[in-house]
């Protein structure tokens, strides 16, 4: 090895390391503000804003319309046309903006609330569509500014509203935050993607995507249906313990994709054999987490938290995460031999299948309900992956 290959070694490193810290930055930021409502209030505040969340999130996932994915290809083909592409596509999706406010007011939400949400909607779309910049220009460390100063100001906004904190309290410091950090990253990334400003609706941009949009659609369902379930079954308190509760495993199953992504390349050149070797290796990896962490989830949600959950929510907890570990190899492997439908029927399966379990659990077990049937699903998803991938093979294959 010379030393050009060790510092090309060390670089890439210290990329997904920064790439690391990035994506958990947003889950730690979550947990942080719940935790000081929560402290603060209740957690039946806490659980009336999660509503929010929930249905935040859903908008911005659909305005999102799979641009990353799809500009991450695109950009890398053209590097040349970075701040144009960018700034299409940003232009066409918010089209879709007029509709998604106006169904907000259809399903009733208090005109000054709503005023409040059309705001935070188009907040977070601008930041979410900032993120495919990031990504391709490595700007990890201003992400992680950005994200820190949303916070800060979130916090800030309310420790200032003492006693007085209420739903409306909580809004505004959210959208206060998201305010600040889309800000740092405009201004941070102007240069990349403010070059020329001439921007064009390109109505293609929206059906090439599709093919991304479906897939996100469908993972995103397997893996929040239950939380959405908890959103209308259960009562505010439990569903402000499940938000942060699931929003803690989830980010102990996302390490399965920060360990994975850097390698995605090399992982499509090997061979199919190579390839499966990987599974048994992430998924040894996926349960030693599982159990490694599970001191600190119970220090956290028992001992900062003052949940008082019983053994149960930790044990399901623990088979929630590690299905996914042995789940994303196969679905690369899948991915590599153009079978994107078959992941798609798969993970909506897997949602059908986490709903119908929400419905039937939450009303009986409530959080425990909830987990059991997220858990179900992934393990469900994790033996049809098992069953696709063992019966592809590559030309020539032998495996």
């Not at 690391?20 to 947990?31: D, E, I, K």
């Not at 900062?304 to 088979?319: C, I, K, M, N, R």
Request: net charge positive; hydrophobic share 55%.
């Amino acid at each position: 090895m010379t030393v050009g290959d060790g510092l090309s070694m060390v670089r890439r490193a210290l990329v997904v390391a920064e790439n690391t810290a990035r994506n958990l930055a947003v889950p730690a930021s979550n947990l942080a503000v719940s935790y000081v409502v929560i402290s603060a209030s209740s957690p039946e505040l806490w659980g009336r804003f999660a509503v929010l969340l929930v249905v935040v999130g859903l908008c911005v996932h659909l305005l999102a319309w799979g641009n990353k994915e799809y500009l991450l290809r695109a950009m890398s083909a053209d590097p040349g046309s970075v701040a144009a592409l960018w700034q299409s596509s940003i232009v066409t999706r918010s089209l879709g903006l007029p509709a998604v406010l106006l169904a907000l007011a259809v399903f009733g939400f208090a005109p000054g609330q709503l005023g409040w949400l059309a705001g935070w909607i188009v907040l977070a779309f601008v930041f979410q569509s900032l993120d495919v910049v990031v990504l391709y220009a490595h700007r990890f460390r201003l992400a992680i500014a950005a994200e820190i100063a949303g916070l800060a100001t979130t916090l800030a906004v309310i420790l200032g509203s003492g006693a007085t904190l209420d739903e409306g309290g909580v809004i505004t410091a959210w959208v206060a935050g998201v305010l600040v950090k889309t800000t740092v990253l405009l201004v941070g990334l102007a240069p990349t993607i403010g070059d020329g400003w001439s921007p064009r609706v390109e109505l293609r941009h929206l059906r090439q995507t599709l093919p991304f949009v479906l897939l996100g659609l469908s993972g995103m369902l397997q893996s929040r249906i239950d939380l959405f379930a908890m959103a209308f079954l259960a009562e505010p308190a439990d569903m402000g313990r499940y938000q942060v509760t699931i929003g803690i495993y989830i980010a102990l199953q996302a390490i399965a994709g920060f360990v994975m992504t850097p390698f995605v390349r090399e992982f499509y050149l090997r061979s199919d054999a190579e390839t499966r070797a990987v599974a048994p290796r992430l998924t040894a990896g996926g349960a030693w987490v599982a159990v490694v962490s599970a001191p600190a989830v119970w220090f956290v949600l028992n001992g900062l938290y003052h949940f008082d959950f019983s053994w149960p929510v930790f044990a399901v907890g623990a088979l929630l995460v590690v299905p996914v570990y042995r789940s994303l190899p196969r679905v690369y492997l899948l991915y590599k031999h153009g079978r994107e439908k078959s992941v798609v029927l798969v993970s909506l399966l897997g949602a059908v299948v986490n709903l119908v379990l929400a419905v039937a659990l939450i009303p009986r077990w409530s959080i425990v309900g909830g987990l059991t049937a997220a858990a179900a699903s992934q393990w469900l998803t994790l033996v049809c992956y098992e069953i696709l991938a063992r019966n592809e093979r590559s030309p020539g294959s032998t495996s």
